[in-house]
């Protein structure tokens, strides 16, 4: 690992950039405003560029893409670090963004609701069955709904199973439990019942509607000789270059294939770009969009002590395929992701449409303590951070 890591400067929306001033914070009793997330004053934008930049280098993070929304637009962006080695990262860097896979997935498969094509509480087992669950019949009760709201019984991953298969560790939509595997499912519904690959249904309904035109699900992206460079390359615990995204433990995931879950490859133009045409409910109806923002699934509470000064969340959970936080005077509406090799996480205030969007290629213990301080630049009262400094007490930081 480099003592120091090579950094273009900020990327700004000029217009926007120069007309926005201030540093203050919402009053949380006062009523929603565009005051969320600090206003990008061109002081402020060096002052952040030199800070952000010197967590990147403190906490050895080897590639980081940080956007800023103010009321609905990009005000802010910056790329920190190299996309390989003696490679600086720029805006074309397609970051592995992991979870935050999901939201795509998930507004794929609301916009087809839109459209009429699918239901979100039909069975998904006229068009999809999964050979492990064959002989289960609780499989006719899953429904896209479920799969959204991490309430389909399954486990994250069949992996973790003793036999490696996938089963119900819960009855479906009857609680709360974070899967990727029923996201990957609801996938696979969507292929059986539409005929084409996933990927291709996501291109048509939110790619190219949100003017996304560099991310791929397709995990032939990782090996691919041709685009392999552009993809922000992962460093393991020794701070080396695997040159491959394989995880620790060995496991790949086949040329070819996609999940619907995670392995997301982007720039953060063009997350940013997806996340700001969700937040104002592209291709869903008035009444889908409230729905998608409702929380259907609850979490444990958190724990507020170790952070007073941020925002406490009333409750936290999952709502249609998107994490929900409610708060005193709002909501946030967004997605965490992480692997072995990045930390990611996006999210915007619902009442102001202030969000950021934040993707950290590093080592996950080195990417969440990256995170707390990115944070506390950021959005310094951001509920997220209670979440994201338990983690790092977890991790030993």
């Known amino acids: 690992m480099p003592d120091s890591l090579p950094r273009l400067a900020v990327a700004t929306l000029l217009v926007l950039l120069g007309a926005c001033s201030g540093t203050s914070h919402v009053d949380r009793r006062a009523p929603p405003t565009h005051e969320d997330i600090p206003s990008i004053s061109a002081e402020r934008a060096v002052a952040l560029d030199q800070a952000l930049a010197d967590v990147v280098t403190r906490h050895q993070v080897n590639t980081a893409a940080v956007a800023v929304i103010k009321d609905g637009a990009v005000v802010w962006q910056g790329h920190y670090g190299q996309q390989a080695p003696g490679v600086p990262a720029s805006e074309h860097t397609l970051y592995n963004v992991a979870s935050l896979t999901k939201t795509v997935t998930a507004e794929t498969v609301l916009r087809l609701a839109a459209a009429g094509h699918v239901s979100l509480d039909e069975p ?3 068009h999809w069955i999964d050979p492990d669950l064959q002989d289960d019949p609780r499989h006719r009760q899953l429904t896209p709904r ?4 991490h309430t389909t019984g399954f486990m994250n991953w069949r992996f973790f199973a003793d036999d ?6 819960n009855d479906p939509g009857k609680a709360y439990g974070y899967s990727g595997e029923g996201f990957n499912y609801l996938a696979r519904f969507v292929e059986g019942k539409l005929g084409e690959p996933f990927e291709d249904v996501a291109r048509r309904y939110v790619f190219e509607p949100s003017s996304v035109s560099d991310a791929s699900m397709d995990a032939s992206m990782h090996v691919n000789p041709g685009l392999f460079p552009r993809i922000a390359q992962t460093l393991d615990a020794e701070g080396d270059f695997p040159g491959h ?4 433990e060995g496991w790949c995931r086949e040329s070819g294939s996609f999940s619907a879950a995670g392995d997301l ?3 953060l133009a063009d997350y940013t770009r997806f996340l700001i045409q969700s937040m104002r409910g592209a291709g869903l109806t008035p009444e889908l969009k409230a729905d998608r923002n409702t929380l259907h699934s609850t979490k444990p509470p958190i724990d507020c002590g170790p952070v007073p000064e941020a925002r ?3 409750r936290t959970g999952y709502a249609l395929g998107w994490h929900v936080t409610e708060l005193e005077d709002g909501k946030t509406i967004g997605h965490l992701g992480s692997d072995w090799s990045m930390v990611t996480m996006a999210y915007y205030y619902e009442g102001s449409r202030d969000g950021l969007v934040v993707l950290f290629n590093a080592p996950n213990r080195a990417g969440i303590t990256a995170m707390v301080d990115a944070l506390r630049l950021l959005d310094p009262d951001s509920p997220e951070l209670h979440g994201y400094i338990a983690r790092r007490a977890r991790a030993g930081g």
């Not at 479920?146 to 709201?149: E, G, K, Q, R, T």
């Not at 490696?164 to 560790?169: E, N, P, S």
């Not at 995204?245 to 620790?248: A, L, S």
């Open 146 to 149: 479920m799969a959204l709201s």
């Open 265 to 267: 490859v982007i720039t």
């Open 312 to 314: 406490c969340p009333i």
């Open 245 to 248: 995204y394989c995880r620790p």
């Open 124 to 126: 998904m087992s006229a």
């Open 164 to 169: 490696g298969k996938l089963a119900f560790i």
